[in-house]
């Protein structure tokens, strides 16, 4: 059997993309395995971070025309006509040419759409675009509708969904009526900690945190987050105008994560309440950047709206840190 584990997009993604290295990595730590396993990568950047790696991998990226044409896949009348004079996708070419027996997605991809004949596995990392619906990230560009209709035919045609946690099994079950025995639960194994046990020996954190120059007076709050308004970057900030109006300037709250569309928001309520003694903003970090401020810091802060699963809780128990969880997720269960 000749498996292909579907990798998407790149490092630049953040937690989610490493999430699913982290898991695509551990396919090829299997012994025993009477398998072929090969990676399937989409993007070139994932190709140079792996090149230290030695893990075989195919790349499928499609050029402007397949893109436009994986588009018109997606409206019914077109996928019918290709279906009648049997032209198929390119991704599903991709598979065949390969000779892949079973694809593993390790996140809902619409790629899943186009395996027909082919068996696969999918992960689903959460189910927020229905509990969490007043956000934009899962509004904008038909997000919510276009997650609807990828899930559903998940569910569908899946030989096994993988969820991250038993709430997620839960919601998996009601909202999409799947059966149980169909759903797996696998934890997230964040990838920070494999790269540090990889380069402690080498690499100089300490140097490496020194070159942020923090005030070494100050106890550091990390929040290591996307500026996705999920997130909640404002309660952080609230917490800052509180410390302020009480003249409390021992802590400093350190953000750092693309931007995800509430970036300008945030930085805008940090000038506008004149917070910068209390609040640092990074953008994207280096792994060695971000474990250097996991070591040094005094605790780190995960005020989401979503969860439970959420990267940095992990990667906290490992850096042995106080992790400050705001419950917002466990209050609704």
């Not at 990226?61 to 009348?77: G, M, P, R």
């Not at 709430?167 to 540090?196: A, G, R």
């Not at 290591?224 to 410390?243: G, S």
Request: proline share 4%; aromatic share 16%.
């Amino acid at each position: 059997m000749k498996i292909g584990i579907y990798l998407e997009g790149s490092p630049e993604m953040g937690g989610g993309f490493f999430q699913s290295l982290k898991a695509s990595l551990l396919f090829f730590d299997i012994k025993n395995y009477n398998s072929q396993i090969e990676l399937i990568i989409t993007e070139n950047k994932t190709r140079e971070y792996l090149l230290k790696t030695q893990i075989k991998n195919k790349l499928f990226k499609l050029s402007k025309i397949s893109a436009y044409t994986s588009q018109l896949f997606e409206i019914n009348s077109f996928h019918d006509f290709f279906n009648k004079v049997k032209i198929n996708h390119p991704f599903y070419n991709f598979i065949k040419k390969n000779n892949y027996d079973l694809i593993v997605f390790l996140g809902p991809s619409p790629m899943s759409k186009f395996c027909k004949d082919i068996g696969f596995i999918s992960n689903i990392w959460d189910l927020d675009h229905k509990k969490n619906s007043q956000f934009p990230e899962h509004n904008l560009n038909n997000n919510y509708e276009n997650k609807e209709k990828l899930f559903k035919e998940i569910v569908t045609r899946a030989f096994k969904i993988v969820v991250p946690h038993h709430s997620n099994k839960i919601d998996l079950i009601n909202f999409y009526k799947t059966t149980e025995d169909k759903i797996n639960i696998q934890n997230f194994i964040p990838m920070l900690p494999t790269i540090y046990k990889e380069k402690s020996k080498n690499t100089d954190y300490n140097s490496i945190y020194d070159k942020f120059k923090l005030p070494k007076e100050k106890k550091i709050i990390f929040y290591p987050a996307q500026f996705w308004a999920h997130k909640n970057h404002k309660y952080i900030i609230d917490v800052a105008k509180i410390l302020k109006t009480k003249k409390n300037d021992k802590y400093l709250f350190i953000f750092c994560g693309g931007n995800k569309g509430n970036f300008i928001y945030v930085k805008d309520l940090i000038l506008k309440n004149q917070l910068t003694d209390y609040l640092k903003i990074f953008t994207f970090l280096s792994d060695d950047e971000v474990i250097s401020l996991y070591k040094n810091c005094n605790a780190v802060v995960m005020p989401t709206f979503c969860g439970p699963t959420n990267l940095p809780i992990y990667e906290s128990f490992f850096f042995k840190k106080l992790i400050l969880f705001l419950g917002l997720y466990l209050i609704k269960r």
